[in-house]
């Protein structure tokens, strides 16, 4: 008896596909929806790691300051004028070359960008002063001048709120990339 209804539900299902929905057979759809889930199983894969450092400065043996950057933990503190490091490790773990591959990290609060300290690594280099909302090469702000006129000046390093970086190059499969930029706690 379990058998029939097994046979009856594909004869249903069978019967189903053949009717057409807004146009389209229900086959049809089906198979489109099967192979957007396959095309998606085939697409790269790029997974992103955020490492975040501080800067100290120590002393060798011979007495001579040597600059390190020591990986934040959750118990590190950090003070007033500290210099950070953040780091985006990116790996393609697809089996397709990931293209036009574009990474925005945004500007902790309570943080200012260190102008000139993300690397292009490859890459287009751009900035966001307003959010994220618009991103250009060399953000620009209007001042007004002592005698009331106004004209257009680089944004100053406190108004950056993110930065981002647009690659031209795919990333093969299995490869990836480094990229860092430095910001100093308020």
Known sequence: MKRNFVWIGLGIATVAAM??????????????????????LNQPRVEL???A?????????????????????????VQKGTMLRFQ???KNTGDRAAEKLVITQPVPK??????????????????SIDGGKTFSANPL????LPDGRTEMQLAPAEAYSHVRWTFDRPIAPKNGLEI???VSVR
């Not at 389209?24 to 929806?33: E, G, K, P, Y």
């Open 180 to 182: 860092t930029y430095d």
């Open 110 to 127: 309570g943080t200012i960008y260190e102008i000139g300290t993300a690397i292009p690594s490859g890459a287009e280099l751009s900035y």
């Open 49 to 51: 790691r955020l490492i």
């Open 53 to 77: 450092k501080q800067k100290l400065v120590r002393k060798n043996a011979q007495g001579k300051e040597q600059v390190a950057w020591d990986e934040l933990t959750k118990d590190t503190m």
């Open 141 to 144: 702000v209007q001042v007004t």
């Open 19 to 40: 009717f057409p929905i807004d146009g389209t057979f229900a086959a049809a759809r089906l198979f489109d929806r099967g192979l957007a889930i396959a095309q998606n």
């Open 88 to 90: 985006v490790v990116a």
